[in-house]
């Protein structure tokens, strides 16, 4: 059994080679009885569930043939694709995974989140996270035209560059209390987000930072764990 971790991926149509990357992950990991754990912002922007393209419909084939290799995929939402349901992961039999998740291997605690909570000095994002992610808001979103939705997630993605430039390093980055806190009743830390992949030490504990996947530099720093609870970061080749 090998345990994988990904997050920050951010697969789009306008980004082919970070798709085909994907498809070479998924390929290799095919026979090794995996369970893959998608940390978020797997796509780019995600506008819904029935949204439907070529593109796309590829993506669900390889990983249909993924879990019919006997393999399974779990994901949680990050603030790219927090849009995205359990609808769109039975077309593979994936499992939708609150935003906060633990498990155990091997006697082994772990804690599963995207990251972005954990950046509580970033004031602005978390109040406009609150806002945009409340259920009722996320309903009536769901009701309106695909292009509208389209204009919609445009808009946030460059309003999001925008403060990014604006914005400290230390601002954008994860709060040291948050992460003790998230460390509380866990004995190792995964998330994404930060785009900043390292291991870090918190009181004698594990924080480890799944890197994001970079089409300029051909390159992605996932994590791998045994049943053992072993585990290392590999830096995986986009080719």
Same mark, same amino acid.
């Given at each position: ?118 950046? %509580?000095?970033?004031? /602005?994002?978390?109040?406009? =996270?609150?806002?945009? !992610?409340?259920? @009722?808001?996320?309903?009536?979103? *769901? $009701? ?49 987000? %930060?785009?900043?992949? /390292?291991?870090?030490?918190? =009181?004698?504990?594990? !924080?480890?930072? @799944?890197?994001?996947?970079?089409? *300029? $530099? ?22």
């Amino acid at each position: 059994m090998t345990y994988l971790f990904i997050a920050d991926l951010h697969l789009s149509p306008e980004h082919p080679r970070l798709v085909r990357g994907f498809f070479a992950l998924l390929d290799h990991y095919k026979t090794q009885n995996t369970q893959l754990f998608i940390l978020g912002d797997w796509f780019n922007a995600w506008i819904g569930d029935d949204y439907t393209a070529p593109w796309l419909n590829e993506v669900v084939q390889h990983l249909q043939a993924f879990n019919q290799a006997g393999n399974q995929i779990y994901f949680q939402v990050g603030n790219r694709d927090f849009a995205l349901g359990q609808a769109f992961l039975d077309q593979f039999n994936g499992q939708l995974l609150p935003e906060i998740y633990h498990f155990k291997i091997a006697q082994t605690q772990f804690r599963l989140e995207h990251g972005d909570a954990l950046c %509580t000095d970033d004031v /602005a994002y978390q109040r406009f =996270k609150k806002v945009i !992610r409340h259920p @009722l808001v996320l309903k009536i979103l *769901k $009701t309106t035209p695909l292009s509208f939705r389209q204009k919609l997630a445009h808009g946030f993605r460059k309003q999001s560059r925008e403060s990014q430039q604006n914005k400290s390093y230390e601002i954008m980055d994860v709060n040291p209390k948050a992460v003790e806190q998230a460390l509380e009743n866990s004995d190792v830390l995964i998330h994404g987000h %930060t785009h900043r992949p /390292a291991i870090h030490d918190v =009181k004698n504990k594990p !924080r480890i930072v @799944l890197g994001d996947w970079r089409e *300029k $530099t051909s390159e992605a720093m996932l994590l791998e764990v045994n049943e053992n609870a072993e585990w290392r970061l590999i830096q995986w080749v986009i080719q």
